[in-house]
Each structure stands twice: as structure tokens, then as C-alpha cells.
């Protein structure tokens, strides 16, 4: 009939699976240099101020771990959860929870602090995103809700939430009114790692939970119960896997890490609790997640990318005038392209007109 | 005396605060009646508020304003539909893929924009009838915009349950296998239904861009568009109760302004959760009704659909 048809594959392509992230990257460069000439910039200068120049130093480098750390927490948590079919896109919200709870934490032993503050910020920080991500698994199990819809507005309930308490309790009782909170004492700041940058603990604890997430996913019955459910549903009925508890289990799971990552936040390159601690990591963890393959090394490659989206959107304000939104634009059209391109995993391409049956 | 005198704006402002959600969740409504599940509204509502606002300033025309954004926020809409019903990408991960593009996209095209005043709508104006106390204001004093509005409640009614393109719509959304064995075309009416859905989104956004607040400011929806897909569940995919339900959330915003008027002291941040709070909860209350959400809601909706298979 038409001229270009899909045609289903017997079996899903192994190749595509790899390339299309590869194609999708290429794709959004493609549509850069176009947007950027429309702009009225030197497309090639802009790349290269946007994606090259950001890590030609040390710190530039530095910076790159930096952004994707939380990008690789929260990722990690989301994509177990989608492979079981459960929508967290709460990501923000609980990792807000985590700097609230793990910020409370510093400050409320500011000056009494000691080795042990660090690892209770981290429980506390985990509990946190824990606890708010609880909320739409209760509702979900309990009483149905789309747990989509719910973890989305739990985001807006905890920005306000941080905005009240920075204005409010956490607020610097020295700090001339700013909504802003103390400084934190050197005992609840993550040390850190590398020299010369601002690199600090909270990236091994995503490397941590890279590992952890592969070891879930591929070597334990849970990774087995997960992949099930979310392929087949009905067959997972049949095996009487728990739906229940994977459900509990995932978005539990998936808030702790955003918790962590928002702890991280606070006491690692920020070092306070400020009404802004996140431009959107929850968020573009969503985009990490899909363009890992929801794989957990997969996830780490494509938090970098997505970090070196963060630093070449601020690197090319700086050096070029662009505005910053162009991070968000970038960050979307890779998603879609992704999207896009992978329909080659299951179908083909094929043209010219197909003939009837013989 | 005075808490009377109140009434009557109170009244007058709940409308106006329903008339973005009204307008988007009535697009989706149709968008998830043909079996399409899009969660990028707030994205499209975006790029409507970013691209009606624009043009008004550009043009200075209020209507070439909402024509442009209802255009654009129908062209956001078919990067999803062509994704989702030519390249069968997941409808969720597009859906949100949308938001994201959508927040990205209206901050870049609206960076010249930030700070710029618009005047809003005119407002209508019956002697005698404006004048009434208590609901003179809320039922004659409106602008076009918020009539238009209501007036697609029993618009999108009629077509959905009193038109032959109604009836093979829904039927598109409940079974697309026998409507396609029937010699339907699935995606072509899919598609239709996609791009009203983002033409609705964007005269939502232009709305908030162009009259509510008149000014644009980035990521200025502050989660409507996901309200309004609340909203559509909360309705049970019924138009009229869509529009009860932004009434409802528009008298929730308001609510949240007045009640630091009214002398009570609770922290600004705290009452400005209450609209996302509010839908969470009407959100449990609708949903814990199993039988009714499985009765009511399209039988595929979400679901995939490939002509050759």
C-alpha cells in the first residue's frame, strides 16, 4: 500500500538495541548544528563550545562527574522500576525529600557533630525519598491511583515544601533573611575525591548503585520477578510472583537512591540547604534511564552524556550568549529521536510497494 | 457584610482559574477517547502559552495570538502522534518525552518575552446584568475566552455521543482491531484525535499567557497540564464532568489566594500545595472505584496499534 512499511521482525534486533542510542545522539547533533544556524550562530563553533570545550580541563572533567552522580542514583532506581512497569516520575520530588531530611539532619547537629553524621545523613536522605515515594505505592496498591500522576505532584508538593522550610525553620538565623540555610560544618560535608575538582564520595556511591542495580536485575530471583512482570504480566499472574511487593519494592527502592542523590546534593557541591538544589536531575534521570536502556552501565554512559548536556548549556551561555533553555531542548530531542529510532528493534524498514501473495 | 462582598469576586476568579485545565483536559479527553494516552499536555500547553503570548506581543492581535498557539500547540501534538502511531514508540516515555521537549523548547522561544506587560482580554459588560451582586461577575463579566470554553463542554458532548465521526472515534478507542476490520483508518482518526488534543493544550496555555497572568514566565503552567489529565480520569472520560472537576480546582486555587485575606495564617508555600494535593486525593477517591474506572475508561487506551500485524 504505501511506500515505506514496517515490517515486524521475527526476533528483536540485538544490534539495534545498541545502535539506536548511537543514532539517536547523532541525531540531535544533526538537529543542533540546524538549530543552531537558524539561531544565527556558528553551528560548528557552538558544538564545539557546547559539547567539547566544557571538558578539555581538568575541572571541566571534574564538573562532568559532578552532574552525573545524582543523574545516576536516580536513573539506576527508575529504570528497576520500569522494567516492572511502574511509573515513577517522581524522581524530583523524592530526591528533594532526600536534601530535606539529610540537610534537617545536618543541621539540626550543627556544632555537635562527628564521624557518624555523614552515614545518618545518608539514612536520612534515603528514608526521605524512601518515604515520599511510598506515597504513591500505597495509593496505587491500595486505592488504584495512577502512581504516574500522583509521584508527579508529590515534585511540586516537596519544592514547596524545601521553598517553606528555607524561608522558615532551616533558615540562617545569621543570614539577613536570605532563604538560605547555614553553611554546614566540615563533618557533613561529603569529602572530596579529586583534587582540583569538586568531585566528592557521592560518586562512588553511584558507581555503588550501578553495580547493585546489574546484580538485581540480572543475578537474583527479584530481577527475574521484575523482568517477568514487566514483559508479560499475566505470566507473572501465573508463576504467583507478588505483584504487590515489587511494586513496594521498586518505587521504595528508586526513592532511597533519589533520596541519596538529593543528600548528596546538599552536602556535597552545594554544602547547604538553598531553595534550588536540583535543575531538574529527577527529570532528566527519566531520559538517562531510557537512553541506558534502562541498563545499569548503560545508565552510566548516558548520565555523562546527559551531565555534558548540563555543563555545555552554562559552558555556551558563557562563552556564546546562547541561552541556557537550549540544555532542555537538547535533553528532549534526544528522547524523542531515541523514541523514534527505536522502532528498528522490532521492525524493518522496508520500501517500494509490497506485492500480494502469490 | 463584608465576607458577602467577597462572594462575588471569589466566584468570578474560580471560573476564570478553571478555564486552562477546562480547555486541556477537554482535548485529552478526546485524545484518550480514541485510545491514545498523551502525557506531554503540559509541554503543549507550554509551547501554546510561549507561542500565543508571542504573537499577541508580535502581532498585537489577541486572536491571531490564540490561533497561533492552538497551531502550535497542534504541531507539538504530532511529533507525539507520529511517534507513537507510525513508529510505535511507548506512548508513556513519548508522552513525558513531550513535556520535557515542550518546558525546553518554551523557555528557548520565550527568552526575548520574560518582562514584557499584555493588557488581557476584555471583559463582558451587560448593564444591569454584570451589575447583579454575588454572581453578576462570575456568569456576565468573563471574557470571551472562558464562555468559549464552556461552550465546548456540550460542543465536544454532542460530537462524542450524537455524531457518526463520535461514535467511530470511541469505537477506534475500544477496539482497534475490530474498527480497523471494519475499514476504519485507526491512525489517520488517532491522529485527528492527537492534534485537537494539542490544539486545546495551546489556547489552555495561551489563556494563562495571554489573559490569566498576563506575562510569560518559564514553565508557567506549573503542572495544569498534568492536572488536566487527573482531571480526565476524575471525569470518568465524561465531558460535563470534566468541567465540574475545573471548576473544582479552579475554586481550590482560588481558595489558596483568599485564605491569607481572610486573616488565617498559614506559610504561602504550605497553601500553594493544596491544588496538587487536591488532585491527589480526587485522584484516590475516583480511582479506589475499580469497576468504574475498568467501565468507563477506553478498553486501549495506552495500547499499540499496527495495521499489519
Keep these: ?358 | 457584610m463584608n465576607d458577602l462582598a467577597l462572594i462575588g469576586p471569589i466566584l468570578a476568579a474560580m471560573f476564570a482559574a478553571a478555564t486552562p485545565l477546562l480547555f486541556a483536559a477537554l482535548g485529552e479527553l478526546v485524545v484518550e477517547k480514541s485510545g491514545v494516552l498523551n502525557l506531554g499536555v503540559e509541554g503543549m500547553m507550554l509551547v501554546g502559552a510561549v507561542c500565543g503570548f508571542a504573537v499577541t506581543v508580535q502581532t498585537g492581535s489577541a486572536v491571531t495570538g490564540f490561533l497561533a498557539a492552538a497551531f502550535a500547540g497542534a504541531a507539538t501534538s504530532s511529533l507525539f502522534a507520529v511517534l507513537t502511531l507510525f513508529l510505535l514508540a511507548n506512548q508513556v516515555a513519548t508522552g513525558l518525552a513531550l513535556t520535557l521537549f515542550g518546558v525546553g523548547l518554551s523557555a528557548l522561544i520565550g527568552q526575548g518575552f520574560v518582562g514584557i506587560p499584555l493588557e488581557g482580554l476584555p471583559k463582558l459588560y451587560v448593564p444591569g446584568l454584570t451589575d447583579l451582586p454575588v454572581v453578576g461577575q462570575a456568569l456576565f463579566g468573563q471574557d470571551i475566552m472562558v464562555y468559549l470554553a464552556v461552550a465546548a463542554v456540550p460542543l465536544v458532548h454532542l460530537f462524542l455521543y450524537r455524531t457518526r465521526a463520535g461514535l467511530v472515534l470511541r469505537a477506534v478507542g475500544e477496539n482497534h482491531t475490530a474498527a480497523h476490520a471494519l475499514g476504519y483508518k485507526v491512525l489517520r482518526i488517532r491522529f485527528l484525535a492527537v492534534l485537537f488534543g494539542g490544539a486545546m493544550a495551546g489556547l489552555g496555555g495561551a489563556f494563562l499567557s495571554m489573559d490569566y497572568t498576563p506575562m510569560w514566565a518559564e514553565n508557567m503552567t506549573s503542572g495544569r497540564g498534568w492536572i488536566a489529565l487527573a482531571l480526565v480520569v476524575f471525569a470518568t472520560w465524561k465531558p460535563v464532568r470534566a468541567m465540574l472537576g475545573a471548576w473544582l480546582f479552579g475554586g481550590v486555587t482560588i481558595l489558596q489566594l483568599h485564605v491569607q485575606g481572610l486573616g488565617i495564617d498559614v506559610p504561602s508555600q504550605l497553601l500553594s500545595m493544596l491544588p496538587y494535593l487536591a488532585t491527589v486525593l480526587v485522584l484516590v477517591l475516583i480511582s479506589r472505584d475499580v469497576a468504574r474506572i475498568r467501565l468507563n475508561a477506553p478498553a486501549c487506551l495506552g495500547k499499540l496499534f499496527h495495521p499489519d500485524a
Aim: positive net charge.
Design chain 1, 1 to 358: 500500500m504505501s511506500f515505506i512499511r514496517l515490517e515486524p521482525r521475527g526476533q528483536a534486533s540485538k544490534t539495534m538495541v545498541y545502535a539506536t542510542p548511537l543514532l539517536a545522539v547523532a541525531l540531535t547533533l544533526l538537529s543542533g548544528f540546524i538549530l543552531f544556524l537558524a539561531m544565527g550562530f556558528d553551528p560548528l563553533k557552538a558544538l564545539y563550545s557546547f559539547f567539547v570545550a566544557p571538558v578539555t580541563s581538568v575541572r571541566g572533567l571534574g564538573e562532568l562527574v559532578v552532574k552525573a552522580t545524582p543523574l545516576v542514583l536516580c536513573a539506576v532506581g527508575l529504570a528497576i522500576g520500569f522494567r516492572a512497569n511502574v511509573w515513577n516520575i517522581g524522581a524530583e520530588g523524592q530526591l528533594t525529600l532526600g536534601a530535606i531530611t539529610g540537610g534537617g539532619l545536618a543541621l539540626a547537629f550543627y556544632g555537635e557533630g562527628g564521624w557518624w553524621l555523614l552515614p545518618l545523613m545518608v539514612i536520612g536522605g534515603a528514608i526521605g525519598g524512601a518515604v515520599w515515594a511510598a506515597v504513591p505505592a500505597y495509593l496505587r496498591l491500595r486505592f488504584n491511583a495512577s502512581e504516574i500522576l500522583t509521584s508527579l505532584m508529590l515534585n511540586y508538593v516537596a519544592l514547596l515544601l524545601l521553598n517553606y522550610l528555607v524561608h522558615g525553620p532551616y533558615r540562617d538565623p545569621d543570614g539577613f533573611a536570605f532563604p538560605e540555610s547555614r553553611l554546614f560544618e566540615a563533618d557533613a560535608v561529603l569529602p572530596i575525591l579529586w583534587s582540583g575538582t569538586r568531585v566528592h564520595l557521592g560518586a562512588l556511591f553511584a558507581l555503588a548503585a550501578v553495580a547493585g542495580g546489574w546484580l538485581l536485575i540480572a543475578r537474583t530471583f527479584i530481577g527475574f520477578q521484575i523482568k517477568v512482570i514487566g514483559l508479560t504480566p499475566a505470566a507473572a499472574g501465573y508463576a504467583g510472583f507478588d505483584q504487590k511487593r515489587i511494586v513496594w519494592l521498586t518505587l521504595l527502592l528508586s526513592g532511597a537512591l533519589a533520596g541519596i542523590a538529593g543528600m548528596g546534593e546538599i552536602a556535597g557541591p552545594i554544602g547547604q540547604v538553598t531553595a534550588s538544589i536540583s535543575p531538574g536531575y529527577g527529570y532528566t534521570a527519566i531520559i538517562v534511564a531510557f537512553l541506558g536502556r534502562l541498563h545499569p552501565v548503560g545508565i552510566l554512559l548516558a548520565a555523562l552524556l546527559m551531565a555534558l548536556s548540563f555543563i555545555g548549556g552554562e559552558a555556551a551561555q558563557i562563552a556564546m550568549g546562547l541561552p541556557k533553555a537550549i540544555t532542555g531542548v537538547f535533553q528532549g530531542m534526544l528522547l524523542f529521536f531515541l523514541l523514534a529510532s527505536d522502532v528498528l528493534i522490532r521492525y524493518r524498514v522496508r520500501f517500494g510497494v509490497r506485492r500480494a501473495a502469490a
